[in-house]
Structures are given as C-alpha cells and as structure tokens.
C-alpha cells in the first residue's frame, strides 16, 4: 500500500514537475516576447526622441528666421514711418497757407449759412409771432365788440325800463 501511495505520489509529482516545466517554459516565452516588446517600446522611444529632436532644431531654426525676418520688418517700419513722417511734415509746410485759405473759407461759409439760418429761424418766429398777435388782437376785438353789444342791450334794457318806470311815476301822480 505504501509503495503504490509512493508510486502515485511519484505520479503526481511528474505530473506536476512536468506541469511547472511547461509552466515555466510558457512562462519563458511571454517573459522573452515581453522583453522583446520592450525592446522594440524602446527602440521606437529612441526613434521618436531623435525625430522629436529633428522637429525641435527645425522649429528653432524656423523661429530664428521668423524673428530675423519680424527684426527686418521693425526696421523697415521705422525707416518707413521716418520717411513718411518728413514727407508729410514738408508737404504740410508746402501747403500751409494753402490749408489756412481753406480753413478759413470754410469758415466763412459757415458764418453764412449760420446767419441765414438765423435770418430764416427769426423770419419764422416773427411770422409766427404776429399771426398770434393777430389772432389775440381779433379775439380781443371780438370780444371787445361782444362786450359792446351787451353794454349796448343792457343800456336799452335799463333805458326802456327808466322810461317805463318815469312813465308809471307820472301816470301815479
């Protein structure tokens, strides 16, 4: 009985000794393709670094050129706006008794029109002035004449009334 446990002990331990043997063989061939694509990971790493590299003195260079190229323009600005500057400065020199003429042409056209604006607002508001001072005046008048008439029948009234009450005083007596 012992030496059959032995023998299937031994069994088992073959069986596993041969399990942990293609185990460790498995285990192998993932660590070596592991270790390969790590390999590769990092050759690609340094491919990229290197190209990365490559970019990065061509993005320099290309900035080096941009800021030549902007020193370049700020010069040519200011020799620019320098020029521009003496150019316009003597044509305004040129011109300068030219410029006061038309100024002051203006400004008599101006005056102008500012007085025959005035001259027509004033015209406005006299009109308008005296058609109310005329409307008032007929108002008044009428009202005047109104009034007049009133006095008038209340004069007749009280007249014909003083005749009427002397008449009764010396008919009574």
């Not at 020799?79 to 100024?103: G, H, P, Q, R, V």
């Not at 004449?145 to 009334?161: A, D, R, S, Y």
């Amino acid at each position: 009985q012992i030496i059959e446990d032995l023998d299937l002990e031994t069994e088992r331990l073959k069986n596993t000794s041969e399990v942990f043997e293609r185990l460790k063989q498995i285990a192998e061939t993932k660590l070596k393709q592991l270790a390969d694509t790590y390999d590769l990971i990092i050759k690609h790493f340094k491919e990229n670094s290197e190209i990365l590299n490559k970019i990065s003195d061509i993005q320099k260079d290309h900035q080096e050129k941009i800021e030549e190229k902007t020193d370049q323009i700020r010069k040519e600005n200011k020799e620019f706006y320098k020029d521009f500057e003496s150019t316009i400065k003597i044509k305004l020199n040129d011109n300068k008794s030219e410029i006061k003429n038309l100024i002051e042409n203006e400004r008599n056209q101006i005056k102008q029109i500012f007085e025959i604006e005035f001259a027509k607002n004033t015209k406005e508001i006299k009109q308008v002035v005296e058609t109310k001072i005329d409307e008032q005046t007929q108002l008044f008048a009428k009202s005047q004449k109104e009034i007049k008439n009133f006095v008038l029948i209340i004069g007749g009234v009280t007249l014909v009334l003083s005749v009427l009450i002397l008449i009764k005083l010396f008919i009574v007596l």
